[in-house]
Structure formats: structure tokens, C-alpha cells
């Protein structure tokens, strides 16, 4: 079985104390909050009714707001990637707010010492028609793939030498496509309505891990980064640290994960699971663990 460890706590604060302890994770695989988020209406009502993304995350900051803490995100994660390891940051935007997404890239190169090097293409298996009269559907996200720019020419990709031109020592790789097909998701929750599939997160892992990579995903929602990561390499050399301001998302993949080992159908699951946990209006993002005490203290040890 992979190592698998499921903060309950804003990635900031495990960030924090990762880079206290010198903490090094080898791979950044994650989907952050988009903040497009249709209701700006945040009363009782809507709480309730459960009209947003999240179950308590509000995905509402104005762009300036999302720029800002994006850019506060990624000098965090300066701090904690190993020297040539990448971010993979799968990102999608709103039909109401097409710029926000378009912003961070430049937010991440102007005021990080990351770069955006490369970038994938996911076809999903499906998407909502759109209603929206000049917007057309979109059935496609991106993967974008960040390294330091310190990092450009040499950071880690499983490209195979395909040969070697013998009088010059050139090498020719096997091709390795920016397209991934894979479906949207793994059955959809009611805790989170925008989670991305365990198979995509595996083609992504087949370009850019190994059985010994550390994988972090800092908004890891319902778990999705570690199922792959279990599938990918069901090893105790292999390791998963995901964070998630959800108590309810933490809980339900815990629970998902154990599922997987077990062998269950996993859509089984998620649609028994739907049924036995409603979302909890009264979790507000006030009641985040501060990542003192109970589970949120340490790090994996690493050895
Ligand atoms: C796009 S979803 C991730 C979905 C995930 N890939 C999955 O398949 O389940 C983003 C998640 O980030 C969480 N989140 C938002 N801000 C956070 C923060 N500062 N620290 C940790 N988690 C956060 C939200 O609660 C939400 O569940």
C-alpha cells in the first residue's frame, strides 16, 4: 500500500511546517478552487441549499483576491518542492469569469520563481451544455505544468531514450503527448462538485512519477490524487500527502481510499456514501483546525 496522509487544514499551514522541517515533496499533483462560484449570496439559505461548489469552501474571491493568494501559494510551495520536481495545476474557469484563470499564469511568473513550461490538454468524457448563447461547451481543461525556472531544462519527466545517433551522441525520445483523455470524474459527490477523475491523475503520474515519489496535493478534496497514487503504485515506497479545509472531503476520502484497498466498486461507493453523509451547512471555513494539535501536527517522516 502507498503512505497515504490526509491533513485536515489549509495547505498554507502544512506547507508552513513541511518547510520548518525541511520537509521535500517530489511532485505537486492538484486542482485548486477556480472561484467560480455562482452564488455571491451567502446567506442561510443558499448555505443550505447547497448551491455552491464546495461543501464549506466559498470559491469566491475577486480576481485581485484569487492573484494574490495564488501567488502566495506558489512562493509556499518554493519551500517545499524538491530541486527539478514540477506542479501539475489542472485549472478551469467559469463562463461568467473566463479571466481569472487567464491571470494566474502571469500572476505565477511575474511574482514566483516558477515558470509555466509546458501544458496539457484533458478531453473529459462529457460536459454540460452551456446556455450561455456565444460560449461554446466545453468538454476540455488544462494541466498546466510549472516548473522553477531555475528548473526549465532539467526537471523531472519520464521521457524514454528511444536511441542514440552513434557518431554524435545525439538522443531521440519516444513521443509523450500533452493529451490526455479521461473521464471527468469517479462518480460525482455531493461534497464537491468539481473533483477530476483517478484515471487522469494516473496518465499524469505515469509522465512524471515513480515508485518513490513524494506526491502532494495541497487541495486534495475527496481524495482522488491518493486513490491514484494507490493504483499507480500500491507500495510502501510510494507516498501521498494531501490537504483539505473540509473536515466533512477528508473524512469521505479516508473512507474511499479503504474502499479502493478493499476492491469495492468504487461508484457503488460513492453513491452509498452520498446517501449516508449530507453536506453540513453550519462548517464554515472559521472552523478550520489552525494545524495545531490533533492529526495536524508533523510531517511524514522521510527517510
Ligand atoms: C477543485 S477541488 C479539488 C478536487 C479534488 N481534485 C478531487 O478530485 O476531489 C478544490 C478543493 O480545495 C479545497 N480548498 C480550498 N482552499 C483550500 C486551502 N487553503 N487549503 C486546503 N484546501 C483548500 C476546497 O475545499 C475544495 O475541496
Known amino acids: 500500500m502507498a503512505k497515504c496522509f490526509f491533513y485536515n487544514e489549509d495547505c498554507l499551514a502544512n506547507m508552513g511546517r513541511m518547510a520548518s522541517k525541511n520537509f521535500k515533496v517530489d511532485l505537486v499533483i492538484t486542482s485548486p478552487p477556480y472561484m467560480t462560484s455562482r452564488s455571491k449570496v451567502k446567506t442561510q439559505k443558499a448555505l443550505d441549499t447547497y448551491n455552491r461548489r464546495y461543501d464549506i469552501c466559498l470559491d469566491d474571491m475577486d480576481e485581485n483576491e484569487y492573484r494574490e493568494w495564488t501567488i502566495n501559494i506558489f512562493n509556499k510551495l518554493d519551500k517545499v518542492l524538491s530541486k527539478d520536481g514540477v506542479v501539475l495545476y489542472n485549472i478551469s474557469y467559469g463562463s461568467e469569469n473566463p479571466n481569472a484563470m487567464w491571470l494566474l499564469p502571469e500572476a505565477i511568473i511575474n511574482n514566483t520563481p516558477f515558470m509555466i513550461s509546458d501544458c496539457i490538454v484533458w478531453k473529459k468524457g462529457s460536459a454540460l451544455p452551456n446556455n450561455v448563447g456565444n460560449k461554446m461547451t466545453r468538454l476540455t481543461e488544462f494541466v498546466f505544468i510549472i516548473s522553477r525556472k531555475s528548473d526549465f531544462a532539467t ?32 462518480g460525482s459527490c455531493d461534497l464537491n462538485k468539481a473533483t477530476y477523475s483517478s484515471k487522469l491523475c494516473e496518465e499524469l503520474l505515469f509522465r512524471f512519477a515513480n515508485e518513490n515519489s513524494i506526491v502532494f496535493d495541497p487541495f486534495m478534496g475527496t481524495g482522488t490524487t491518493a486513490i491514484a497514487c494507490e493504483k499507480f503504485c500500491p507500495s510502501d515506497t510510494m507516498m501521498c500527502i494531501g490537504c483539505e479545509l473540509s473536515p466533512n472531503q477528508v473524512e469521505f476520502s479516508k473512507k474511499r481510499l479503504a474502499a479502493f484497498r478493499e476492491g469495492k466498486d468504487m461508484r457503488q461507493f460513492t453513491r452509498e456514501l452520498k446517501r449516508e453523509k449530507k453536506p453540513n451547512a453550519n462548517d464554515t471555513v472559521h472552523q478550520i483546525p489552525s494545524g495545531e494539535g490533533g492529526e495536524n501536527t508533523g510531517v511524514p517522516s522521510q527517510t
Open 155 to 186: 526537471y523531472r519527466i519520464n521521457k524514454k531514450v528511444k536511441s542514440v545517433r552513434e557518431d554524435t551522441g545525439q538522443k531521440y525520445y519516444e513521443n509523450m503527448s500533452n493529451f490526455i483523455q479521461a473521464p471527468n470524474n469517479d
